[in-house]
């Protein structure tokens, strides 16, 4: 059973930095995808970043050149660092893997479909 487990978080001022972090567990299949989404109430979970097992890597347009996802293999744990934070970050941030199919994303989008396993979400709220 693939468990995934947040910590970090928490309150920055707009243009403030923050690394998130999420330990996993029982991800044995050769082929999977680690990823990080947020929601705000009200909208749709948003897929932000993903990365294969290969190590290749995609950030959306969103949040590209602002956030870095990352992988430590030895520690299984996956990374989100978060740089120049907005108002528009604010948000819960959940890291997600996949049920080992591999397919990170589907074109241009990231649908939380492809995904099956689910942290426990973790606040990050910006002020001006």
């Known amino acids: 059973q693939v468990q995934l487990v947040q910590s970090g978080g928490g309150s920055v001022q707009a243009g403030g930095s923050l690394t998130l972090s999420c330990e996993y567990s029982?991800?044995?299949?050769?082929?999977?995808?680690l990823a990080w989404f947020r929601q705000v109430p009200g909208k749709q979970r948003e897929g932000i970043a993903s990365?294969?097992?290969?190590?290749?890597?995609r950030i959306q347009p969103s949040v590209k050149g602002r956030f870095t996802i990352s992988r430590d293999t030895d520690e299984n744990t996956l990374y989100l660092e978060m740089n120049n934070l907005n108002l528009e970050d604010t948000a819960t941030y959940y890291c997600?893997?996949?049920?080992?199919?591999?397919?990170?994303?589907?074109?241009?989008?990231?649908?939380?479909?492809?995904?099956?396993?689910w942290g426990q979400g973790t606040q990050v709220t910006v002020s001006s």
């Open positions: 990365i294969h097992h290969t190590g290749s890597t």
């Open positions: 029982g991800v044995t299949s050769s082929k999977y995808c």
């Open positions: 997600a893997a996949d049920r080992g199919t591999g397919i990170c994303y589907a074109g241009p989008s990231m649908p939380p479909t492809l995904y099956h396993y």
